[in-house]
């Protein structure tokens, strides 16, 4: 029989499969063997698979029946492949694959999390806050209780409406359904009717399901059966569960039906004030069937968690029955929520317990009683007879910031600190506990700072070398006393040498006993390149001379490698060593040519006494497209102190110069910067090229601006107006000026333009044309403004020299224009206008002095 129906099967499904052959092959393939498997989707193949199993076939058999029709052996195990069948493989094709994983159904109706907060809503946990309010209602909840959907069907799960169950049949016999519970509370399956399983537990399901579907597949019922029969959860329904009473969202809630009671509270955000954390009640069908302590789940961490919700449960939150609020130095200062049977030893177990520095002998409690609050205390034997009621605040206090037995010493001994104060201590004892007295320590007097009965202080002075040597009586001490040992070098000045001029590191360093020069040059980094080891002076401080002499100056020598010299006087204590140049020492210069010669670029002074026509010699000269009127040299202007006069600079630079060298992050070009103004006259500048000047700048606008006091300015570079054309006729001329360290010869290209600038209507760019006037050239620019000062005109040209206009008796005598040249026509000062008083002195005085001359005239 059964090899009849599998027979009969395998032909419907060739039927089928022709209508699962995509279009396009089916058109021009009716067979089996022309199907290409690489060309099917995974759907056509999912298909195909569902067509077999609706024809009750085997994954095997499913293979053969394409051999059937002709299908290659190699398509064959592709298929085979792309389905997963094992070749020995004889199970029915099964559906379970395409169970997606369990969801829950009518998910947007779910009000997880309704209740929305603010920020200003929210408060910091604080002695007012109700214990185990935050864990439904704060700012950023992540605790929603969420049930899980992937745990295994739970056997006392009821169904309801909504669900879907999976019902497999497997053994001699295999089957599966898939049915949602409709809201009559039936299943509809294939071929046996519906099943009312609405109401029931997954388990009691089953049971109800076996029995029906028994009657057609007779191996599910009997003593000993051979097919048996699964039922699992699919997609999970909702129900609706009411949440009444004191709580800040009361409604009915649309929630998942593997929901608990704190999935419910945390939709409705939980207590309010007046609402009970521990007698929560649950009530389904009229009858109360749970009652839920929050803080079963808050200290214990064991909550009623797998109670599940079933639809139109009731959660109803009471008033809560008392509160006590408790303070100090407890774990949890907060306020709780207690039971009749509550004594002190359960509220601090709630609050978490004391902390560290809580004074635990005794706590003071605040009662009310009748109209008033009364205030008691008690004591830690107490704790557990004391019984708690509504209203009640406890406070825990700290224990004091005092010692009972703490004495300590500080200053020059070896060890400093607190120490332990024992039976019969004494300050003698406390140094040996110490480790001893430093080498520095003032040992002719020593201090004792001492807090009397009255918490006020007293000092002690002691001589504390006398007490060492058993010469004077030791002294007692007592709590809290704090000795101080004095250091020599506490109570004398500190003594200092300084090193100025031709050495790496100039400075102020620590004096040293028989301290010689070649010590303090080698702590100051050795000589400079341009040192005079035999031209020294020491600066020696005179303390008692009279008001004309200021200082011993005492001229030294040392060998140049800093070898050992008998002679070298020893230095004392705020010496000053100066140490000189050489006068034969001289640095290059570098100056620089730009633009139109055969050869620009940076070039060295060669003798004090070269000149601008020296310099372009060594250039090459200009060549055709050099503009020898418009050639401009530009000159670094000197670096000067706004501060002072030139020793108070120098000093300046010298402060900057130290700075620098201390600081090791400081450039190479710094270094070098500071070095040239140090080593060079006063008025002198660092040498620089084209490429350094303006780091050199920047670098030391950065280090003025972070040394207080130091005031410096370094000005723009400024042309100076030369006549190169005169120049190379007549080299050596009064006109070939001498060359200085930065100066920059810069030879233009011919210039073809006229700029135009200043108060006229149209400042703009004209050509040059010869022999036009500066009338023309205003004219082209529309003329003057009603504002400009025509007599103040001035002409700069291209090499740096201005030329203003002339006037005499009325006619003005404007410049020539050359190419390259800018007109700046200025403007007049603002028109004051006179007041009626002004206009009235001018008159009168203007009558006055024409009365005087009628008089005379008569």
């Known amino acids: 029989m059964i090899s009849f129906i599998r027979f009969s099967h395998f032909f419907i499904f060739m039927a089928f499969l022709a209508l699962a052959i995509p279009q396009a092959v089916a058109q021009e393939l009716n067979q089996a063997s022309k199907i290409k498997v690489d060309e099917l989707s995974d759907q056509q193949v999912q298909d195909l698979l569902d067509r077999a199993y609706d024809a009750g076939l085997s994954k095997s058999e499913f293979l053969k029946a394409l051999e059937a029709q002709g299908m290659p052996d190699s398509e064959v195990e592709k298929m085979r492949a792309r389905i997963g069948e094992e070749k020995n493989d004889t199970g029915r094709i099964s559906k379970l694959s395409k ?17 929305q907060f603010s920020s200003e809503s929210v408060k910091k946990p604080n002695e007012n806050e109700i214990f185990g309010s935050s864990l439904f209602y704060q700012k950023d909840r992540r605790l929603s209780f969420e049930p899980s959907l992937n745990q295994a069907t739970p056997k006392s799960y009821i169904l309801g409406s909504g669900d879907l169950i999976y019902i497999d049949i497997y053994g001699q016999s295999e089957q599966y359904y898939e049915a949602t519970v409709n809201p009559d509370g039936f299943v509809l399956l294939d071929n046996i009717g519906p099943v009312n399983v609405a109401g029931k537990s997954i388990e009691e399901a089953t049971g109800i399901l076996k029995n029906r579907i028994g009657k057609y597949y007779p191996g599910l019922l009997g003593n000993n059966p051979n097919t048996f029969l699964q039922v699992t959860l699919g997609n999970v329904g909702t129900i ?31 207590p309010n004030e007046n609402g009970s954390m521990r007698k929560i009640k649950l009530v389904r069908n009229n009858t109360q069937i749970a009652e839920i302590d929050v803080y079963d789940l808050l200290l214990n961490g064991t909550a009623q968690l797998d109670l599940k919700l079933q639809d139109q449960d009731v959660i109803l939150v009471p008033p809560y029955s008392s509160h006590v609020k408790i303070k100090g130095e407890i ?25 560290d520095h809580a004074f635990k002998d005794r706590v003071a409690i605040s009662r009310i009683t009748g109209n008033q609050r009364s205030v008691s205390d008690v004591y830690q034997n107490q704790f557990d007879m004391f019984i708690l009621k509504g209203g009640d605040e406890i406070t825990v206090q700290r ?30 004892q406390l140094v040996k506990n110490a480790e001893g007295l430093r080498g520095d320590a003032y040992t002719t007097q020593a201090s004792i700072l001492r807090t009397k009965d009255d918490l006020g202080t007293e000092m002690i002075q002691v001589n504390l070398q006398g007490i060492l040597d058993g010469t004077s009586a030791d002294i007692p001490l007592r709590r809290e006393d704090v000795v101080r040992i004095a250091s020599i070098y506490d109570i004398n000045n500190e003594e200092y040498v300084q090193i100025l001029g031709e050495v790496k590191k100039p400075g102020v360093y620590p004096y040293s006993a028989e301290m010689k020069v070649e010590d303090l040059i080698v702590m100051a980094g050795g000589f400079q390149e341009s040192a005079n080891s035999q031209d020294i002076e020491i600066a020696r401080r005179l303390e008692d001379s009279d008001l004309g002499t200021l200082a011993d100056i005492i001229p030294t020598q040392v060998n140049p490698d800093l070898g050992y010299n008998p002679d070298s006087p020893s230095l004392v204590p705020f010496d000053q060593v100066i140490v000189r140049k050489r006068a ?84 190479e070009a710094q270094a070098e910067l500071l070095q040239r103004l140090l080593t060079e006259s006063p008025n002198a500048v660092s040498p620089v090229d084209n490429q350094l000047a303006q780091t050199k700048k920047e670098s030391l606008d950065q280090i003025a601006s972070e040394t207080p006091g130091f005031a410096v300015k370094l000005k723009e570079t400024e042309a100076v107006a030369i006549n190169l054309d005169e120049i190379l006729k007549n080299p050596g001329s009064e006109n070939d000026i001498l060359l200085e360290e930065g100066d920059i010869l810069s030879v233009p290209k011919l ?25 023309h050239y205003i004219n082209g620019a529309g003329g003057f403004e009603r504002r400009a000062n025509r007599k103040q005109t001035y ?58 001359i009628s008089q005379i005239n008569w």
């Not at 774990?331 to 902390?355: C, Q, W």
């Not at 004495?407 to 332990?420: C, L, P, S």
């Not at 002339?806 to 224009?817: S, V």
Request: no cysteine; aromatic share 8%; charged share 25%.
């Open 99 to 115: 169970r997606d994983d369990r969801e829950q159904v009518n998910k947007e109706e779910i009000s997880q999390g309704m209740l």
């Open 240 to 270: 609706k569960v009411h949440i009444l009473s004191e709580v800040r969202l009361p409604g009915t809630f649309t929630l998942s039906a593997f929901s608990t009671v704190f999935n419910a509270l945390y939709a409705a955000g939980g």
């Open 331 to 355: 774990k949890r200062p907060m306020i709780f929520e207690v039971g009749e049977d509550d004594n002190l030893s359960d509220l601090l177990h709630y609050a978490g317990g004391f902390t």
């Open 399 to 428: 224990i004091l910031d005092r010692y009972s037995n703490r004495v300590q010493i500080k200053g020059a001994v070896y060890r400093e600190g607190t120490f332990a104060l024992t039976d019969g201590l004494t300050l003698s």
């Open 584 to 667: 034969s020492f001289t640095m290059q210069k570098l100056v620089a040519v730009e633009g139109q010669v055969n050869s620009p670029g940076i070039f060295a002074i060669q003798s004090s006494g070269e000149r601008i026509s020296n310099l372009i010699k060594r250039a090459g000269g200009i060549n055709q497209f050099a503009y020898a009127k418009g050639a401009t040299l530009i000159r670094r202007t000197e670096f000067f102190n706004t501060e002072s006069e030139q020793l108070r600079r120098q000093r300046n630079l010298e402060g900057l110069r130290m700075k620098l060298a201390e600081d090791p992050s400081n450039s």
């Open 751 to 775: 210039f073809q333009t006229v700029r135009m600038r200043g108060d006229v209507v149209y400042p703009t760019t004209l050509r040059h044309e010869s022999g036009r006037s500066l009338k």
């Open 795 to 852: 002409v700069v040209y291209a090499n740096g020299a201005v030329k203003r206009t002339k006037g005499f008796l009325g006619i003005r005598n404007y410049p020539p224009i050359e190419p390259g040249a800018e007109v700046i026509v200025p403007t007049k000062g603002p028109k004051t206008p006179l007041r009626l008083g002004e206009v009235v002195g001018i008159t009168t005085g203007l009558a006055t002095l024409g009365l005087v």
